[in-house]
Structure formats: structure tokens, C-alpha cells
């Protein structure tokens, strides 16, 4: 069993395939951490060994024993306002105005099989595949309780976390803050990697020192947001992909966040992260209970590869769901870049016939097919066809195109309203909006208030009338602004602050029903790109676009660090037109190409522009991309260079039994009279002998291990790589 307990010295280890992870309750109730590291099957409690630090208080019933602080001890669950004075995991406000919270020990259960969380995405796990812990705690003044959620999944070396806040008392409270984890570390010298950005830019890693004090990465947009994302790793200085000792932890959360971690005053690090505690009261009233979202988290004593290929499994199979979560995505054709808000039913079939002949599986039919939308100033909220753009509505246009042997699929921006929209004319209090204060604008568009059943209503209708009217396939679930001036006449003054909250559970509970009600449409998530790209999603979407920059060259960066906890299959990628739209930037176009199969392949351009030699480029890439897409979204991924310092991009594909590698790339300049760049392949099995597909050439895993294969020397910037390799007597 992955868990196992020593009822006499209340000891708890959390076991999965290399890693142990060790909690005690000590004689005094405090839930104190132990360990998280490589597996020993022995109590680590030896290494804790405390000094009276000065202006560290102690608990009462500790006497005067000096060297017993809770601002120095780890914790499980860390208590505000009650002597230890680094962050806080809850906080809370009781009837009487005091914020303090003092939880003890009060007893655990243990059940197999993995916990779920009412209204929020979760990862999902059978009796077979996990266990799970429960440890109930209960504050030592008032009858505010709390479950803290283990599972363990053993074979992923994977740990998830959650918090259950219940108030068992007579009066109300209210919290403040509700992380989702925890997690103490006393020992090590470590280093952060946190991934920034901005629209267009998404998920650059960035790695630095820990500084003595607080580092953050957050987000208070209403969004997982383009600027941080809810993943953070830590790190040993010395960690690099395949050696050094890491910890990787992600947020099942697609609103505002915060990931806090502490360096305290004597070389501890605590790491806390849920739900943002700056946008964020709930009040609790006698009964009630609050359920903080998921926390998933990994250990490695291989480098950062390892964790990549943890997070990456867990994703794809435990948290993504549905027809489509392993299934052969379609290549698609989306028609924006192609003509924006200029089209009619005439153009959009088409771009319909020329991507039918080239092998295109299906065509998506982006923004301004509804209501009034002939630019990004009006229009949403109503959707109903417009007809005079789609003449005879979407059943006679995807009737067209379903008879080429495509799928069709169709653009929404449901959570949005345009002012200038039959429906915020009919219910202008709907938009989010601070009553006696202009709303901020943001690409001319209001927020609904998701928090609504009203709203989530009627969406769920007007899509469902779509979805019903026509044969599609595919929804992109697009959200195009920050969300601010947070109100909702739906909630009382002392419970404003619940609403982004609110917010992001009517998004979640408007999805599942969609997902249940169609279970076989591909959803694909979407917020100005990357905006939204987290785990929350993913259990809806089993692909996000992932970035609304189209330049191969830049896409190599944010594919990049968007890999370092996603899977290949999340990622949606588009061939694009050049110059390029974002960066006016020309690469060729099997560069664009071998960067675009980083993901789940389309294209994003009008391909009656095209020549014919771009044309039969297209019908080998989108052979080949079904060739290798297999193998591209289950094999296992490899950085092989890294984009943000290196003067090229490899990456690498390895199928699971380790018979087929394709390796990808570009080189980003040619330069003359220069060696050409050696690389090192990884994953493959060392005795093993491999042919290179394209000149016949074979090699040993070793050899392509330890001496590496010479990239075909570039011709021309940004040059595309692309190396197959098969096991020699594996056809």
C-alpha cells in the first residue's frame, strides 16, 4: 500500500515508486512536516533538531521549552496568528474579530482510490491506481475544522493535495485565506523557476537564487493569466535536466493564484500556493464548507526531465478526459489569420475546398460568425448566426464541407459581452460592473457574471442550440481580457469577496455540462492564446492554444517552458502565414512546420494564397504529422538545448518502448566555416541499433547517447531539423 501508518507515534509516509513523503503529529497535536525527498523507509525526523531562536515564540503548552517555535518547525498546514510569523496556509476571521487559527491533530483515514472535489477539476484515479489519506484537524479555540487531502498515485511519483475548511460552530466566520499546499523544507540550498510572460510571450522560464524574504508569482486577473502560471519549480543549483534533485508543483486552477515561497532566518524554505488571498473572503456560515482546489506535486532525484515526464503522464491520463484525451487529434484549418472578420459563406468554403484537397481534416470558423460582429467592437453575447455573412446559416455551410470529408468546428467568447449586444441591452446587469463606476474596458468588451446561474443558463442554451443546429465537431473557448471591478448584485456586501471565486466555479460547472451533454466535440481552450494554459482547464480541454504568437521562431521558447509541465498533446500550434502576423518575421515553411507538430497540428492561413510548391509542402507535412502523431503526443519528450540561450532548438520523441525517436528542430543562424552542432540524444535503449530514416545510416542508442549525430548543416536562418530514427529489425 503507498501508505502506510504508525497509529502509536502517529507517523505517517506517503510511498510512491521513488520518492517518500512523511508527516507526524507530535505529542502536542502540531502537524508537523517530516520530509519529502528520495525514498528511505525510515523516520527522518532525526535531522530536526531546533536552537532557541530569539523573538521565535513558543506554544503554551510547551512550557518554557525555548527550542519548540512554530516559526521554526515545519508544518503541514501553517496557522495564522498564532506565533508563527512566516506565511500562512489559512487565515480567518471569527465573529469576535480575531484572526487566529490554532489546528491540532485530531485523527485520519485512509481509503483507496482517489478523493474528488466537489465543483472543481481534480485528478481522477480508480482503487488500482491510488490511495488516499485524510487527516482531520481542529482549531484549539473555536470549532473551525480541517481535512488535509493526500493521494498518492505510486507508479507517477506523484502527490496531490487539498484542503476541506468546514465550520462545525454556531456562529459565522470568515477566511481569508485557503491555500492548497503547504510545503516545508528544511534543509538544501535552492534555487526557483517560475514562468512569466505577457500576451503573445507566454511561459518563459526564469530561474533564480531564493532570496532570504518572500518570492511570488501570481495572478489577480481572474486568470491563470499570460503573465505567471500557476507551476513553479524548485531546485538544487546544480539540478539540470538529467541530474540534481527538484520538486515541481502545479495548481489545478484556472483563476487568480498566488505561489508564495519563503527563505526564512534560518535557511528553511516554506512554499504556500492556492487560491490568491487578495481577491479572495468566504464566509462560512455554521455547517458550511470550503473546498480549496488541487495541488499537484512531484519529486526527482534525476533532474528536471523526470518531473517533465511525471507531470506530463498524470495530465494526460488522469486529468484530461473524454474521446479526445488519447485520440488522434484533427489537423485543422483555422480561418483568422486568413480573413479576420472579412468572410462570408463563400470564402470560408473555399479556404474549405483548397484544405480538403491537402488533406486537412477539418476547418474552424473563427470569430465574427454571430450576431452583429464585423469587428471586435460589438456583437457578443448574441449567439445567433448572421446570416447575412453565412447565407442559409451554419447547417447549409457545414453541410458543404462535411460532404469533403471535414469536420467543421466553430469560435466562442462565451464569458463575454459586448455593450453594443442585444444582450446587454436586455440585461445590462449581467456584465460585471462596480454600480456608480465606469467599467474598465478591455478590447471594447465587458465580462458575464459567471457567478450567475441565470448566465451560465442561458450559455449553455445559446450553445447548445448551435451545437445542435449544425454537425460540428470542435468548440475553441476563447476569453479575451483580464477580469476586474469585481461585483455581483447576487451577493451581500459582506460577501463580495467571493465572487471571483464564484466566478471560476460557474466556468467550471458551465464546462461539465457541455463536456457530459457533448461528449464527443473537441474542446480547445483559449485566452488570447496562452492566457488561461493550466491543469483546471485541461480537465475540460484536452488541448489549449498555446499562444497567439504564430512565429515558429518565438513559438520554440514558448513551447519551451510550456513543456516543463504540459504535454505535447495540450499543446495547440499552427502553421501561419508569413510575413508573420505578430513579428513580421519569414521562415520557411517547413520551419513553421516541424514547430507547429510540437502540438496538436493545423494551419492558420488562407491556402489559396500559397504557391503550388507550398502546397505540396502541406500535404507532406500534414503525412507526415499523422505519421508521427502517435508518437509525438505519447512518446516521451526531451529538451535537448534550450531555446532562451542556445543558438538553436532540439527537441526529441521517444516512443515508450523506446523503438522510434524523431527529433525536431530548428537553427536559428547559419553561420560559414563553422563545425557543425553535435547533439546528444536521450532516452534510447543503449544496446539497441537505430536506422536514420533518411539516408539509411544506423547507430547504437549508446552511441547516439554518449557521441551524438551531427545536425545536416543549415542553409538559410532558422532552419528546420528533422531526424527519424527506427529500431533496426523493428519494422
Excluded at 161 to 180: E, F, P, Y
Excluded at 275 to 300: C, D, H, Q
Excluded at 430 to 457: E, T
Amino acid at each position: 500500500m503507498a501508505i502506510k501508518v504508525n497509529e502509536k507515534n502517529r507517523f505517517f509516509q506517503l510511498i510512491t515508486k521513488n520518492t517518500e513523503y512523511q508527516i507526524k503529529a507530535d505529542k502536542f497535536g502540531v502537524l508537523k512536516h517530516i520530509w519529502y525527498g528520495e525514498r528511505t523507509d525510515f523516520d527522518m525526523e532525526y535531522l530536526q533538531n531546533y536552537p532557541d531562536v530569539g523573538f521565535s515564540g513558543n506554544i503554551y503548552e510547551a512550557g518554557n521549552c525555548r527550542t519548540y517555535s512554530l516559526d521554526t518547525m515545519p508544518q503541514e498546514y501553517s496557522c495564522q496568528g498564532i506565533g508563527d510569523f512566516r506565511i500562512s496556509a489559512v487565515g480567518i476571521t471569527h465573529t469576535d474579530g480575531s484572526g487566529a487559527i490554532d489546528l491540532r491533530y485530531k485523527g485520519y483515514r485512509i481509503t483507496k482510490g482517489k478523493y474528488s472535489i466537489p465543483g472543481l477539476p481534480a485528478v481522477y484515479a480508480d482503487e488500482n491506481e491510488a490511495d488516499t489519506l485524510e487527516i482531520d484537524l481542529k482549531d484549539t479555540a473555536s470549532d473551525i475544522c480541517v481535512t488535509l487531502k493526500y493521494a498518492v498515485l505510486e507508479s507517477l511519483d506523484m502527490i496531490t493535495r487539498s484542503a476541506v475548511i468546514c465550520n462545525k460552530g454556531t456562529t459565522a466566520a470568515t477566511l481569508t485565506k485557503a491555500a492548497s499546499l503547504c510545503l516545508d523544507i528544511p534543509y538544501g540550498n535552492w534555487e526557483w523557476i517560475h514562468f512569466h510572460g505577457r500576451h503573445t510571450m507566454e511561459r518563459l522560464p526564469e530561474r533564480a537564487p531564493l532570496i532570504h524574504g518572500i518570492q511570488e508569482c501570481s495572478s489577480t486577473r481572474g486568470a491563470s493569466s499570460h503573465q505567471q502560471n500557476p507551476a513553479v519549480l524548485i531546485c538544487e543549483p546544480d539540478c539540470t535536466e538529467t541530474n540534481g534533485n527538484c520538486i515541481g508543483v502545479l495548481l489545478m486552477y484556472s483563476g487568480s493564484f498566488q505561489t508564495q515561497i519563503e527563505l526564512d532566518q534560518i535557511n528553511q524554505i516554506r512554499m504556500v500556493m492556492g487560491i490568491n488571498p487578495e481577491l479572495f473572503r468566504w464566509k462560512l456560515n455554521p455547517g458550511e464548507a470550503f473546498y480549496t482546489p488541487e495541488a499537484v506535486m512531484s519529486y526527482s532525484t534525476t533532474g528536471m526531465e523526470t518531473l517533465s515526464h511525471n507531470f506530463h503522464k498524470t495530465i494526460r491520463h488522469y486529468v484530461c478526459r473524454g474521446k479526445y484525451k488519447l485520440a488522434e487529434r484533427p489537423v485543422l484549418i483555422n480561418n483568422w489569420e486568413a480573413t479576420y472578420f472579412d468572410f462570408d459563406s463563400d470564402k470560408i468554403f473555399r479556404i474549405a475546398q483548397q484544405a480538403a484537397e491537402l488533406g486537412v481534416d477539418m476547418l474552424v470558423l473563427d470569430d465574427g460568425w454571430f450576431g452583429k460582429r464585423n469587428d471586435d467592437c460589438s456583437g457578443l453575447g448574441d449567439w445567433f448566426v448572421n446570416e447575412k455573412k453565412l447565407q442559409g446559416g451554419l447547417g447549409s455551410l457545414t453541410q458543404k464541407i462535411t460532404a469533403l470529408g471535414m469536420k467543421f468546428g466553430i469560435w466562442f467568447e462565451p464569458e463575454m459581452v459586448s455593450e453594443d449586444s442585444d444582450l446587454y441591452r436586455l440585461h445590462p446587469d449581467w456584465a460585471i460592473q462596480i454600480p456608480g463606476r465606469n467599467p474598465m474596458r478591455s478590447r471594447y468588451q465587458l465580462f458575464l457574471d459567471m457567478s450567475r446561474q441565470k448566465v451560465q443558463d442561458y450559455l449553455y442554451d445559446s450553445i447548445v442550440k448551435i451545437l445542435d443546429s449544425a454537425d460540428i465537431s470542435y468548440i475553441k473557448w476563447d476569453m479575451n481580457r483580464s477580469i476586474s471591478d469585481w461585483y455581483t448584485s447576487t451577493l451581500s456586501s459582506d460577501r463580495q469577496g467571493e465572487m471571483a471565486h464564484r466566478y471560476v466555479l460557474g466556468l467550471y460547472s458551465l464546462l461539465e455540462r457541455l463536456t457530459t451533454s457533448y461528449p464527443d466535440v473537441l474542446f480547445e481552450g483559449c485566452s488570447g492564446g496562452g492566457g488561461r494554459f493550466d491543469a483546471g482547464m485541461l480537465y475540460y480541454c484536452p488541448q489549449i492554444w498555446c499562444s497567439d504568437d504564430t512565429d515558429a521562431f518565438e513559438r520554440t521558447k514558448i513551447q519551451y517552458g510550456t513543456s516543463f509541465f504540459y504535454p505535447i498533446s495540450a499543446v495547440g500550434s499552427h502553421v501561419s502565414a508569413v510575413p508573420n502576423h505578430q513579428t513580421g518575421r519569414i521562415t520557411p515553411i517547413e520551419t513553421r512546420a516541424v514547430a507547429a507538430m510540437a502540438g496538436s497540428f493545423g494551419y492558420e492561413l488562407d491556402l489559396n494564397t500559397l504557391s503550388d510548391d507550398e502546397k505540396q509542402a502541406i500535404k507532406s507535412q500534414i503525412v507526415r504529422f499523422k505519421k508521427y502523431g502517435d508518437l509525438i503526443h505519447n512518446g516521451l519528450y526531451y529538451r535537448l538545448s534550450d531555446p532562451m540561450t542556445d543558438e538553436f532548438a532540439v527537441w526529441e520523441y521517444v516512443s515508450e518502448d523506446g523503438s522510434e525517436v524523431l527529433v525536431h528542430g530548428m537553427i536559428f543562424r547559419t553561420s560559414p566555416n563553422t563545425l557543425q552542432i553535435r547533439i546528444r540524444l536521450r532516452g534510447l535503449s543503449p544496446i539497441a541499433m537505430y536506422r536514420l530514416e533518411s539516408d539509411g545510416s544506423q547507430y547504437t542508442g549508446k552511441t547516439l547517447m554518449n557521441g551524438g549525430i551531427l545536425l545536416p548543416k543549415a542553409w538559410g536562418d532558422y532552419c528546420p531539423i528533422e531526424l527519424h530514427f527506427t529500431l533496426v529489425g523493428g519494422d
